[in-house]
C-alpha cells in the first residue's frame, strides 16, 4: 500500500434520515443510554450519537432482568432482557437532554419515544424537541411487556397503526423521524414500506427478538427469572448480528423503499460496523457489546474502520454504504455452474482432523484421515464446496475455498427452468 | 487390610508441584479443547483415555460423565493424573503445539475429574457374574491393581500376593512426593479394591520351588491352584556401581531412600551436600526430593550430557529451578570418608565413548551419595518354568501378555523394563482382557 493512499484520513461523518453524526456510531436506545451523565462518558469516549433510552408511558422494571447465551465459555455470544423502556422522571430526562446537548453540540442525540394516544405523541414529541432531541426514533419494536399493553412490537407488527402513528409523528415533529423496526415479523419489508408511508425520514433495525434465553434447569423456570416465573426477553448481541443483517439488506435492495437506514443487531466491532455499512445502513447502532465491555469499545470501532477505509480507497462513508446489496439476490439467481473445492494447506495444518469429523459426520465424507501423516487428503472429486471444513479448521488461512474451472458457462436454477440451460453433473448426490 | 501409614513421613514436607485446577479454571480450559478428530493425545496415552471426549465433560459440567470416561479406560486415572509425564505423552502430543499455543492442561483435567469422583464417592464398576475361575497376581502395584479391577468386571476371583507389608506398589512408595504422597496411593488402592474380590495377600512372597519365607508360595502351587496368573512385579534392588566405598554409611540406593522418606521418617538435618549417581527420572526425581527435603547442596553426577540423558527434559528444567548442580561426562571411580561415614566422591571426566580422560580427576564432597543407576530386574524368578521366555530379566510376552506358557502372563515393570505407571495399567488391563478370552466359557460376549 502506498503512503499517498495511507495518507488520506477517511471521513467518517455521515447522517441517517439528515440526522448528522461526525462517525457511524451511536449508542442504541437501551441501557447505555440510560441517562445524561452515561451518554456524556460515551461522547467523551467518542461515540458520535445516542439514542436516549425510550421516553414515554410509566412504568415499573422487575428484577431479574437479562439473561446471557454461554456457548464455549463464551458469555454473552447472545443477550435477553426483560426491562422496559426508561423508568427515571420525564422531567430529569429531559433536563438531562438539554445539558448533554449543551456540553456536545456536534453529537446528534435521537429520543426514542413510545406513547398510545396522538396527543401523547404530540405531547412528548414537543418536549424532547424543546430539550435539544436532534431527531426522533419511534419504538416499534420492544417485543417485551410495552407490546402487552399494545405499545412497542404490537405496533411494529401492524403496517397500518405503524403508518398511522409513523404519521402523526411526522406531522408534530420539528426533527427528523426514524421508525425503529421489530423483527417479529416474517417479512420487514412491508413494515419499512409502512413506515415510509407514514412520512419516516428513516429506519432503525432491527430490535429485539422474542426470546426464552435459558431455563434454571433446577427450578424448571425460564431466565431471568422474576421470582419462580419469567417472560420472553428481546433477544440481541452477537448472535442475532446474521438475522440483523439480512433484515437490513432486505429493505436495502426493496425498490420502493429507499429510506435511509441505521443498522442495528450485535455490532461487536469493526468489521461487524462495515458489514451493515456495505449492506445499506448509514448508522450503525450498538447496545450489547457496551453493556458487555463498556463505551471504551468505540476506539476500535472508530480506527478499525477507518483503517479499512484507508485499506479499500473509501474516503466517505456514503461511499462505502450498499456497496454488498446488489450481489444480494434470490438463489434462483445463483450460478450453479459455479465451483469451489477446500484445499489444505499441509504446512499450516496441525493435525486435528476437526475437518474429518465434520465433513464425514456433517457434509459429504470426502475428506479422509491418511497413513503416516495427520494432514488429511480431501478428495475433490467428491467435495461440494460447502466450506464446513474450512469454518471448523482452528487455523487460519489453512483450509481455502479454491474456485474450479469446470468449462461449463454460469447457469441458474431460474435459467435452467426456464430455458434448459446445461448444468454441470452434481457432486455428493449419490 | 495392611497396616496403614504413618503420619511421620518425610515426604510429607513436600506440595504438590503441579497445582490442582479449580472449577473455574477447568471449565475454562476445557473450553479450550478442540475435540480433535481420532485425537493424538489418545494416541499418546498408552491406556488411550478418550481424552477430547473426558475434557468436552468438564467443559459442560458434566464432571461424573468425564470421570466414568477416564476410569473405564484406566481405573488408575487418578494417580495417573498425578504422576504421568503427561509432557511427553497426552500433552506433547496436544496440537496445541502445533499452534505455538499452550497445550491443554490434559493431566490437570484428568485430576479435577477424578479427584471430584473420589470426593463425591461416585462409583461406576460393579464386579460382574461369578465365573467360578480364580486368577491369582503376584505383586500388588499398578499392573496388577488394574488387571485385578479387570478381572473383576468379568467376574473372576482374584488373589494379589505381596511380599511387603505395604500395597500400591512403586505408586506407594516410589513416586516423587511432589507428584503424589503414599497417602494418596492407599486412597486410590482402596477404591480399587472397593470393587470387592479381590483378596490381597501381604507379606507373602512368591518363589521357584522351595519358598523361603514362612507364608511363602510357589509358582507351581499357584499354577495348580489358580486358573491363570498375572505377575505385575517391578523392579528389584537398586544397581551398584562396583567402586569402593559403596558400603559406607550414607551411601543408600535411590529407590530404597525414597521408599525410606516416602512411608517413614529420615534424618537430613546434619546434610549439607548429597551426590546422586545417574541421569534417568529416578535421578532427577531423587535430586528434586534431596532438595526439596532442604538439603543445601545436591549434585547430579552423570557419564553423559544434558541433552543425551534419558530423564526428562522438563523434570530437569524444574530440579534446576530448584537448586540442582550437576557434573556432565563424569563417572565415580571411588566413595570415600573416614570413620565409616562418606565423605566424597572422586569422579573423573569421560569422552564420548564414556572412556576416562587422564588428568580429568576431581572430588565432589558429599555427605549422602544416592545410586540412581537403575534396578535389577525380577524376571529371572519366573525362569524356572518352561515356555517362559526371559530376555535381560525382562518376561518376554506376546501384545496381550500371555508369556507362553499356559496360564501364565505378565504386565509392569517386569515385562517392560521399567516404565511408567500408565503403561503398567494398560499392560494390566490387557492382560485381563486375555486372560478372561482364555479362562471365560466359549461364546461370551466380551465387555
Given at each position: 500500500m502506498s503512503d499517498a493512499t495511507h495518507g488520506i484520513t477517511p471521513d467518517l461523518s455521515t447522517s441517517t434520515g439528515?440526522?448528522?453524526?461526525?462517525n457511524p456510531f451511536?449508542?442504541?436506545?437501551?441501557?447505555?443510554?440510560?441517562?445524561?451523565?452515561?451518554?456524556?462518558?460515551?461522547?467523551?469516549?467518542?461515540?458520535?450519537?445516542?439514542?436516549?433510552?425510550?421516553?414515554?408511558?410509566?412504568?415499573?422494571?422487575?428484577?431479574?432482568?437479562?439473561?446471557?447465551h454461554?456457548i464455549r465459555?463464551v458469555?454473552?455470544a447472545g443477550?435477553?432482557?426483560?426491562?422496559?423502556?426508561?423508568?427515571?422522571?420525564?422531567?430529569?430526562?429531559?433536563?438531562?437532554?438539554?445539558?448533554?446537548?449543551?456540553?456536545?453540540?456536534?453529537?446528534?442525540?435521537?429520543?426514542?419515544?413510545?406513547?398510545?394516544?396522538?396527543?401523547?405523541?404530540?405531547?412528548?414529541?414537543?418536549?424532547?424537541?424543546?430539550?435539544?432531541?436532534?431527531?426522533?426514533?419511534?419504538?416499534?419494536?420492544?417485543?417485551?411487556?410495552?407490546?402487552?399493553?399494545?405499545?412497542?412490537?404490537?405496533?411494529g407488527q401492524?403496517p397500518?397503526?405503524?403508518?398511522?402513528?409513523?404519521?402523526?409523528?411526522?406531522?408534530?415533529?420539528?426533527?427528523?423521524?426514524l421508525v425503529?423496526l421489530t423483527p417479529n415479523v416474517s417479512d420487514i419489508v412491508p413494515h419499512g414500506l409502512a413506515a415510509k408511508r407514514?412520512?419516516a425520514h428513516g429506519v432503525s433495525l432491527i430490535n429485539?427478538i422474542?426470546?426464552?434465553?435459558?431455563?434454571?434447569?433446577?427450578?424448571?423456570?425460564?431466565?431471568?427469572?422474576?421470582?419462580?416465573?419469567?417472560?420472553?426477553?428481546?433477544y440481541c448481541g452477537s448472535a442475532v448480528k446474521p438475522i440483523a443483517l439480512h433484515m437490513v439488506a432486505a429493505l436495502a435492495r426493496e425498490k420502493d423503499f429507499g429510506l435511509p437506514i441505521s443498522g442495528i443487531g450485535g455490532v461487536s466491532n469493526w468489521r461487524d460496523a462495515v458489514e451493515f455499512i456495505l449492506l445499506g445502513s448509514s448508522t450503525v447502532q450498538v447496545?450489547?457489546e457496551?453493556?458487555?465491555?463498556?463505551?471504551?469499545?468505540?476506539?476500535d470501532l472508530i480506527d478499525g474502520l477507518e483503517e479499512y477505509m484507508r485499506t479499500h480507497g473509501f474516503r466517505t462513508i456514503p461511499e462505502m454504504v450498499g456497496k454488498a446489496v446488489p450481489p444480494f439476490q434470490e438463489w434462483g439467481d445463483l450460478d450453479l455452474n459455479y465451483e469451489t473445492v477446500a484445499r489444505i494447506d499441509t504446512d499450516k495444518c496441525i493435525g486435528c482432523q476437526l475437518c474429518v469429523a465434520a465433513c464425514h459426520d456433517g457434509a459429504h465424507q470426502c475428506i479422509h484421515p491418511q497413513e503416516h501423516t495427520r494432514v488429511p487428503r480431501i478428495d475433490e472429486s467428491e467435495c461440494v464446496g460447502c466450506n464446513l471444513c474450512q469454518i471448523v479448521c482452528p487455523v487460519p488461512g489453512c483450509i481455502t475455498m479454491e474456485e474450479v474451472d469446470n468449462g461449463f458457462t454460469p447457469a441458474t436454477w431460474n435459467q435452467f427452468v426456464n430455458d434448459g440451460i446445461k448444468l454441470r453433473p452434481k457432486k455428493g448426490a449419490h | 487390610?495392611?497396616?496403614?501409614?504413618?503420619?511421620?513421613?518425610?515426604?510429607?514436607?513436600?506440595?504438590?508441584?503441579?497445582?490442582?485446577?479449580?472449577?473455574?479454571?477447568?471449565?475454562?480450559?476445557?473450553?479450550?479443547?478442540l475435540f480433535c478428530h481420532d485425537a493424538?493425545?489418545?494416541?499418546?496415552?498408552?491406556?488411550?483415555?478418550?481424552?477430547?471426549?473426558?475434557?468436552?465433560?468438564?467443559?459442560?459440567?458434566?464432571?461424573?460423565?468425564?470421570?466414568?470416561?477416564?476410569?473405564?479406560?484406566?481405573?488408575?486415572?487418578?494417580?495417573?493424573?498425578?504422576?504421568?509425564?503427561?509432557?511427553?505423552?497426552?500433552?506433547?502430543?496436544?496440537v496445541?503445539?502445533e499452534l505455538?499455543?499452550?497445550?491443554?492442561?490434559?493431566?490437570?483435567?484428568?485430576?479435577?475429574?477424578?479427584?471430584?469422583?473420589?470426593?463425591?464417592?461416585?462409583?461406576?464398576?460393579?464386579?460382574?457374574?461369578?465365573?467360578?475361575?480364580?486368577?491369582?497376581?503376584?505383586?500388588?502395584?499398578?499392573?496388577?491393581?488394574?488387571?485385578?479391577?479387570?478381572?473383576?468386571?468379568?467376574?473372576?476371583?482374584?488373589?494379589?500376593?505381596?511380599?511387603?507389608?505395604?500395597?500400591?506398589?512403586?505408586?506407594?512408595?516410589?513416586?516423587?512426593?511432589?507428584?503424589?504422597?503414599?497417602?494418596?496411593?492407599?486412597?486410590?488402592?482402596?477404591?480399587?479394591?472397593?470393587?470387592?474380590?479381590?483378596?490381597?495377600?501381604?507379606?507373602?512372597?512368591?518363589?521357584?520351588?522351595?519358598?523361603?519365607?514362612?507364608?511363602?508360595?510357589?509358582?507351581?502351587?499357584?499354577?495348580?491352584?489358580?486358573?491363570?496368573?498375572?505377575?505385575?512385579?517391578?523392579?528389584?534392588?537398586?544397581?551398584?556401581?562396583?567402586?569402593?566405598?559403596?558400603?559406607?554409611?550414607?551411601?543408600?540406593?535411590?529407590?530404597?531412600?525414597?521408599?525410606?522418606?516416602?512411608?517413614?521418617?529420615?534424618?537430613?538435618?546434619?546434610?549439607?551436600?548429597?551426590?546422586?549417581?545417574?541421569?534417568?527420572?529416578?535421578?532427577?526425581?531423587?535430586?528434586?526430593?534431596?532438595?526439596?527435603?532442604?538439603?543445601?547442596?545436591?549434585?547430579?553426577?552423570?557419564?553423559?550430557?544434558?541433552?543425551?540423558?534419558?530423564?526428562?527434559?522438563?523434570?530437569?528444567?524444574?530440579?534446576?529451578?530448584?537448586?540442582?548442580?550437576?557434573?556432565?561426562?563424569?563417572?565415580?571411580?571411588?566413595?570415600?570418608?573416614?570413620?565409616?561415614?562418606?565423605?566424597?566422591?572422586?569422579?573423573?571426566?569421560?569422552?564420548?565413548?564414556?572412556?576416562?580422560?587422564?588428568?580429568?580427576?576431581?572430588?565432589?564432597?558429599?555427605?549422602?551419595?544416592?545410586?540412581?543407576?537403575?534396578?535389577?530386574?525380577?524376571?529371572?524368578?519366573?525362569?524356572?518354568?518352561?515356555?517362559?521366555?526371559?530376555?535381560?530379566?525382562?518376561?518376554?510376552?506376546?501384545?496381550?501378555?500371555?508369556?507362553?506358557?499356559?496360564?501364565?502372563?505378565?504386565?509392569?515393570?517386569?515385562?517392560?523394563?521399567?516404565?511408567?505407571?500408565?503403561?503398567?495399567?494398560?499392560?494390566?488391563?490387557?492382560?485381563?482382557?486375555?486372560?478372561?478370552?482364555?479362562?471365560?466359557?466359549?461364546?461370551?460376549?466380551?465387555?
Open positions: 439528515g440526522i448528522k453524526s461526525p451511536w449508542l442504541a436506545s437501551a441501557p447505555p443510554a440510560n441517562s445524561g451523565a452515561q451518554i456524556q462518558r460515551a461522547f467523551e469516549a467518542g461515540w458520535g450519537g445516542a439514542v436516549w433510552k425510550t421516553l414515554g408511558a410509566p412504568i415499573q422494571n422487575v428484577s431479574s432482568r437479562f439473561g446471557g454461554t465459555g458469555h454473552g443477550f435477553t432482557n426483560i426491562e422496559l423502556i426508561t423508568d427515571r422522571p420525564l422531567e430529569v430526562n429531559l433536563r438531562e437532554i438539554a445539558e448533554t446537548k449543551r456540553l456536545f453540540p456536534k453529537n446528534p442525540i435521537i429520543v426514542s419515544l413510545m406513547v398510545e394516544t396522538e396527543a401523547e405523541w404530540r405531547e412528548i414529541i414537543k418536549k424532547s424537541i424543546d430539550a435539544g432531541a436532534d431527531g426522533l426514533e419511534l419504538n416499534f419494536g420492544c417485543p417485551h411487556g410495552m407490546c402487552e399493553r399494545g405499545m412497542g412490537s404490537a405496533v401492524e397500518k397503526i405503524n403508518e398511522r402513528i409513523t404519521s402523526w409523528a411526522v406531522k408534530y415533529s420539528t426533527v427528523p423521524v425503529k407514514g412520512g429485539t422474542k426470546s426464552i434465553i435459558s431455563v434454571d434447569i433446577d427450578r424448571f423456570v425460564p431466565e431471568p427469572r422474576v421470582g419462580n416465573l419469567s417472560s420472553n426477553g428481546g447496545c450489547t457496551v453493556m458487555l465491555r463498556g463505551y471504551g469499545v468505540v476506539e | 487390610m495392611p497396616p496403614a501409614l504413618t503420619p511421620n513421613r518425610s515426604e510429607t514436607a513436600f506440595e504438590d508441584f503441579k497445582l490442582p485446577l479449580l472449577r473455574d479454571a477447568a471449565v475454562a480450559e476445557a473450553n479450550r479443547c493424538p493425545c489418545i494416541k499418546a496415552c498408552p491406556t488411550a483415555i478418550d481424552i477430547p471426549q473426558f475434557i468436552r465433560k468438564i467443559a459442560t459440567d458434566n464432571v461424573r460423565g468425564s470421570a466414568k470416561t477416564i476410569f473405564e479406560s484406566n481405573i488408575l486415572g487418578m494417580s495417573c493424573a498425578r504422576v504421568c509425564p503427561v509432557e511427553v505423552l497426552c500433552v506433547g502430543a496436544c496445541y503445539n505455538e499455543q499452550p497445550p491443554i492442561e490434559i493431566g490437570k483435567l484428568q485430576r479435577y475429574a477424578t479427584d471430584r469422583a473420589y470426593e463425591a464417592g461416585w462409583t461406576f464398576f460393579e464386579a460382574g457374574k461369578p465365573t467360578g475361575k480364580r486368577v491369582a497376581l503376584i505383586g500388588a502395584g499398578p499392573a496388577s491393581l488394574a488387571a485385578a479391577h479387570e478381572l473383576r468386571r468379568f467376574g473372576h476371583a482374584c488373589t494379589i500376593f505381596e511380599k511387603r507389608a505395604t500395597i500400591g506398589g512403586l505408586n506407594a512408595f516410589g513416586v516423587a512426593p511432589y507428584k503424589m504422597r503414599a497417602d494418596r496411593a492407599m486412597t486410590e488402592v482402596e477404591w480399587v479394591l472397593s470393587i470387592g474380590g479381590i483378596e490381597v495377600k501381604t507379606g507373602v512372597g512368591v518363589g521357584s520351588g522351595t519358598a523361603t519365607g514362612a507364608n511363602d508360595v510357589s509358582l507351581e502351587s499357584l499354577e495348580r491352584e489358580f486358573d491363570a496368573v498375572f505377575v505385575g512385579v517391578g523392579l528389584g534392588a537398586d544397581s551398584t556401581l562396583g567402586v569402593p566405598g559403596e558400603q559406607l554409611a550414607g551411601v543408600h540406593g535411590a529407590v530404597a531412600w525414597i521408599e525410606a522418606m516416602k512411608l517413614g521418617a529420615i534424618d537430613t538435618k546434619s546434610i549439607r551436600r548429597a551426590a546422586v549417581i545417574g541421569g534417568g527420572n529416578t535421578a532427577i526425581d531423587v535430586v528434586r526430593e534431596v532438595a526439596g527435603l532442604g538439603i543445601p547442596h545436591v549434585e547430579m553426577i552423570y557419564r553423559g550430557t544434558r541433552e543425551g540423558m534419558s530423564g526428562y527434559a522438563h523434570e530437569w528444567t524444574a530440579a534446576l529451578a530448584e537448586g540442582a548442580h550437576a557434573e556432565w561426562r563424569a563417572v565415580a571411580t571411588a566413595i570415600e570418608g573416614d570413620a565409616g561415614r562418606v565423605e566424597r566422591v572422586r569422579c573423573v571426566r569421560v569422552d564420548d565413548n564414556k572412556r576416562p580422560i587422564a588428568g580429568s580427576e576431581f572430588v565432589v564432597e558429599a555427605d549422602l551419595v544416592l545410586l540412581a543407576i537403575g534396578q535389577s530386574k525380577l524376571g529371572a524368578m519366573l525362569a524356572s518354568l518352561g515356555g517362559i521366555t526371559v530376555e535381560s530379566g525382562r518376561i518376554r510376552t506376546d501384545a496381550n501378555g500371555f508369556t507362553g506358557r499356559a496360564k501364565w502372563y505378565a504386565g509392569g515393570d517386569c515385562r517392560n523394563g521399567g516404565k511408567e505407571v500408565v503403561n503398567a495399567a494398560a499392560e494390566g488391563k490387557r492382560a485381563a482382557q486375555a486372560i478372561d478370552a482364555a479362562i471365560s466359557p466359549k461364546g461370551r460376549a466380551h465387555v
